[in-house]
Every structure is written in C-alpha cells, then in structure tokens.
C-alpha cells in the first residue's frame, strides 16, 4: 500500500546514512571499471527503461480508477475486495518503479538521468498516497459487524485479516474526517523543529581548525569527528572533542528551542489523538507494551557496573592517569589490521551462517553470486550501506567494501536483512510481507554476532581475537548501553514536559550530565563539553526510536544463542520468524521464535554475554 510502501522507503533511507569509511588506495574508479560480476542486476526489476515508463504509465490510470471506490466500500464485499486489491497492485508495482530508479541514482548519484526518474517516481508515490488516502478512513466508519460480514463472504479479504485488526485496534485515535484533514495540511508547519536542527546543525554551523594525526591543521566537520575521537593520539582527540562540543554550546540555547519545540508538536499530537502520553502513542504503531520499554531502562540500569569495568579497562589499557569522555572511542587494539578480499569474506559468512541450516545457506549463497549485491565503490556511488527488498523480485544490497573486518560483518548485516526480505516475500501476501522496525534489526544483528562466534571459534592468534572481542564490547557499548541512556533521557524529558515542565538548555545539560555520570560510572571525567551533547542527536527528534535499536539487538543476541546451544529446534523456529514477514505483532512473533521482549531476560542475556566476553579480554590481557 502507498503508505506502507512510504514507510519503507524513509526506513531504507536511515538504513542508508553515510557511514565513515576507510578508502583504499589513491584511486576511486568509474562505475563501468567495475566487473559486472561484482554489480548487481537491476535489470531483474526491469530489463529495460521503456518497461519503466510503461508501468509508470499503468500507475497513473490505476489512479484514476482507484477514485472511483471513494464512497463506495461498503456497498459490497466485493467492492471492497477489489479496491484492495487494486490497492495492492498500486503499491507492488510503485515499489518496483521507486526501486529501480533510486538504485540506479544510488550507482551514480551525479548522473541527473536518474535523479529525475527518482523524483518522478516520489511525486506518483505522493499522488498515489492522496489518491488511496479515503481507504482507510472509509473502513473505519462501517460497522464491525459488516466488516466481518464481507469477510466471511468474500475469501479475496483474507489476506488482508491482519490488516483490518490492526487497523480496528487503532479506531479510538482516529478522528473524524475533517479533523484528520486539518491535523494532515499541520504536519509540514510542524516539521519546523526537526527542519531547523538539520540546517543549523548540518548547514549553517561552522566548526573551527584542528589537529589531524599528521600533525596537520584541518577543518572539523562531524565526518572528521568520527575518525578523530577514534584516533591513538590523545592530544587530537581531546582537541578535536573540545572544538565539536564547544561550537554547539555556542548555540545550545537554539538547540535546546528546537528540541523543545519538537516535543510540544509530539504532546500536542498524542492528546489530539487521545493518548495518555507521547510514548504510548509511539508504541502504539506497533502495539508494543509499555512494559518492553521501562524494562529496557530498568533492566540496564541495574547492571551498570559491566560497563564501569570496561571503562576502568580502557583507562589501564591505554595507560591513562584519568579517563576522560574523549577517551571512549579510541580502539584498544592498535597493531591489528585485518584484511580481506571479497571472496574470502564471502566464505567467511558462509561458515559462520552454517548454524542456521542448508536452506538458509542456499539462499545466501544464491544471493551472493546472482546479481543481489553492488559490492565496490566507484566515483558518484552512494556511500554507506543498505539491503532493499522489492515484493515480487529478488533484495538489493548496495555496499562500499573495502576489505576490513567491519566490511565482512557490514556484509553479513545486509545479508541478514536481505535474505530476511526474501524469506517473508516469498512466504507472505503482500498485505503482510512487511516487516516493522521493531523486528528488521534482528536478523541483520543475528548474522553478525553468528560471524563473530565463528572468528572467535577459530582464530587463535592473541591480538586478533582480541582486536574482535574488543569489536564486540565496543558494540554492545555503543547500541545497547549509549541507545538505552538516550531512551531513559528521551522518557524523562517528555515526563517532564507532559507535566508543564520547561524544556531549557540547563535542564537539558544537567540532566544529560548526570546520565553521563550515571552510565559511564565514578571513574570518568565526565567533561563538562559532554553536558551539551543531547543537542548533536538527531534521533531525538523521532519520538521514542532508539529503544528500538536495543531490542533488536537484545534479541538477536538471545536468538544467536539459543541457535547455537539448541541447533535444529530453535533454528526452525528463527526460519519461521524469517518468513513471518509482519503477519503479527513483532512482540508475538518474536515470542514465536523464543524471544519474549516483554520480559527482561533478551537484555540480561545479552549483558551476561558482554560481562563474559570482558573477563575473556582481561584473561588474554593478562596471560602476555
């Protein structure tokens, strides 16, 4: 459906965020340097642009006949029938044409061919949402009888069950036509908040000159940040943390308007909608518990002290007199460079999915060598990673390897969100082949923890196993213990603001300040530049996102593990999650597969494994 399909793209666009990568080698080469071996088949989507144009055409007129269900759905079962199932035809067919166009964009992103055959396709996705925007409105005003009349009637409606429940859980927030109308031509006034961080934040803020690890003067940007903070050299670091954090302090005023003004339009639209809070409003969508989220931040809070000790460990580690913010990110492990060329990735992978079974393996492999992945950087290409599934055609995964292990474990997270999308794609209507967000981290982060098992299974070389213990702890750091502070924070300001508390920049940075002191334990210098930092997050300005991250990666933990110790059965199990697609509730499908995130056992499962992996990193350290 055009709004689904919405969804989709703006969570491939997250998915696709530029990530800071290592280049290789002087030269950059041209996309037709590339051997076509190593470039993925669009022409799967479509063989030719005429073949595009064709469809795009299609579109057009199916929207024309989609308006003339408008008023008319309850006239008949099979009325309704029909203008779902047009529904469905419009939205498979606009995925294909948004998919083809903006990968092909994504291969070159100055060719401006492209470009204008991706905003083609994003004006027919905005027609095809306001053409299709009376669906939805009109079911919820026939009576519940009715509707389950039509639905015994008709058998064309029961691929689309789940779809109407859904929608009848969420009948009480949904308000009368002419309201919905008003709360809709609001929304871009009140994107103002978020519109006005990027600018100021992305456009309009200028950091000052700083040292680079030659010894060189260059100018700060927040790409350069995230090499610098990571650097072995103290000095450029320290520097570097103090020009970042001292420029957005410069405007922490504006910044702390900007937030404040976001969470007023989130309060004002939860209690039009008639929520009792922002965060149950956020949790609705997907009909998570509250309960999942307040397990989150209490089951975390009350095992602090693993991440105390890494931070008392990193200080004697990187032989520290005191250990300050700016110290975090610098890797542990420097004299460790590990390499490898695309094929020895790819068997890597393979040995290290083996655990979830020959078909897993079989589709993995057919991915790997059938045109599924864009693997290496050429000029114009769009940085980062991203896996896109296209319902009726085989995933996308557009990479930009480079050979290091970061490269083979981004390789096995795209992999996991790819063969996640064929699974369900082949296995579920098109009403219920999408998965949410809540559920999409979960196999992508399942690939990567089975790849790290498998390197740690096999690698005996101290260093090395080192290098990727540290890899491990530093991501159980970074997602689980950094996301859930951002969630507590996140709750406590709208606690305070749904109470009529002001939302100023000293609430904002005391109250960050003691999160920091809370989190990262009594042995840091918690620097007094880190008090401002709430303002560089972006994620705050999408209401109550983050906890999300986390329990993604808490499950997937628990998944790995019980794949792992209990072999074909709990395998079995994790394949039908795959194949689940979004037939349920992501809390009920996680269930299913042996995860209950209602209770807080995926989180403490999750940082057992991170306290067990530590006390490995100071045995290794200690045996030397």
């Known amino acids: ?21 290592e280049q290789t080698g002087a030269h950059v080469p041209e996309r037709e340097e590339i051997p076509a071996e190593y470039k993925w088949h669009l022409e799967d989507i479509y063989k030719t642009e005429e073949l595009w144009q064709q469809d795009f055409a299609k579109v057009k007129s199916l929207l024309t006949t989609v308006k003339q269900y408008q008023g008319k759905l309850s006239t008949s079962s099979q009325t309704l029938a029909d203008c779902l199932q047009l529904n469905t035809t419009l939205a498979i067919i606009s995925s294909k044409l948004f998919s083809f166009a903006r990968m092909h964009r994504d291969e070159n992103t100055a060719k401006a061919k492209f470009q204008a055959l991706t905003g083609q396709v994003e004006s027919l996705l905005a027609e095809a949402g306001a053409a299709t925007a009376f669906i939805e409105p009109e079911i919820l005003t026939m009576a519940d009888t009715l509707l389950q009349q039509y639905r015994k009637e008709n058998q064309k409606l029961n691929e689309y069950a789940f779809y109407f429940e859904n929608l009848a859980r969420q009948k009480q927030h949904v308000l009368s036509p002419e309201e919905e109308t008003i709360l809709s031509l609001s929304s871009e006034a009140t994107q103002a908040p978020e519109t006005i961080f990027n600018l100021l934040a992305h456009a309009d803020m200028k950091f000052p000159e700083t040292l680079d690890d030659n010894g060189s003067t260059v100018q700060l940007s927040e790409g350069r940040y995230n090499t610098l903070i990571r650097s ?33 339009k989130n309060i004002f639209y939860a209690k039009t909608r008639k929520y009792q809070s922002v965060l149950a409003s956020a949790l609705e969508s997907d009909n998570v518990p509250l309960a999942v989220y307040d397990n989150l931040i209490q089951t975390v809070g009350e095992n602090l002290s693993p991440l105390h000790q890494y931070v008392l460990l990193k200080k004697r580690v990187l032989n520290l007199d005191s250990i300050h913010m700016y110290d975090l990110y610098t890797p542990l492990i420097k004299n460790v460079s590990l390499r490898f060329s695309y094929k020895k990735a790819t068997e890597l992978i393979k040995h290290g999915l083996s655990p979830l079974g020959e078909e897993y393996l079989h589709i993995l492999n057919k991915g790997l060598t059938s045109g599924w992945i864009d693997v290496y950087e050429n000029k114009g290409k769009q940085t980062g990673a991203y896996s896109w599934g296209t319902y009726g055609v085989h995933p996308f995964v557009l990479l930009n390897y480079h050979g290091k292990y970061d490269d083979v474990s981004t390789l096995a997270h795209e992999m996991g969100h790819a063969l996640h999308s064929y699974y369900s794609h082949n296995t579920q209507p098109y009403p219920t082949a999408s998965y949410t967000i809540f559920s999409a981290e979960v196999a992508s982060t399942t690939n990567e923890i089975l790849l790290l098992h498998h390197m740690l299974n096999t690698t005996e070389d101290k260093d090395t196993r080192l290098y990727l213990i540290n890899q491990h702890l530093e991501q159980v750091r970074a997602t689980v213990y950094r996301q859930t502070m951002f969630a507590e924070f996140e709750k406590m300001l709208y606690t305070k603001a749904e109470e009529g508390e002001s939302i100023t920049a000293d609430l904002l940075d005391q109250e960050w300040h003691a999160l920091n002191r809370k989190y990262y334990g009594p042995d840091i210098v918690i620097d007094k530049e880190i008090n401002v930092e709430w303002a560089r997050i972006p994620h705050f300005y999408w209401s109550f996102y983050v906890y999300q991250y986390v329990t993604g990666y808490s499950a997937a933990t628990t998944l790995a593990e019980k794949i792992l110790q209990e072999g074909p059965s709990a395998q079995k199990k994790y394949i039908n999650f795959l194949k689940s697609g979004g037939s349920d509730y992501s809390i009920n499908l996680l269930k299913a597969a042996g995860v209950d995130m209602s209770s807080p056992k995926p989180i403490e499962i999750t940082l057992k494994k991170f306290t067990a992996l530590l006390q490995d990193f100071q045995n290794l350290l200690t045996s030397y």
């Open 1 to 21: 459906m055009p709004k689904q399909l919405l969804a989709k793209y703006l969570f491939n666009l997250l998915a696709a965020n530029p990530a800071e990568r």
């Open 232 to 264: 072995g050299n103290r000095q450029v670091r320290q520097q570097a943390f103090q020009h970042l954090f001292g420029t957005y302090a410069q405007y922490r005023n504006t910044f702390a308007a900007t937030l404040g003004g976001n969470i007023k």
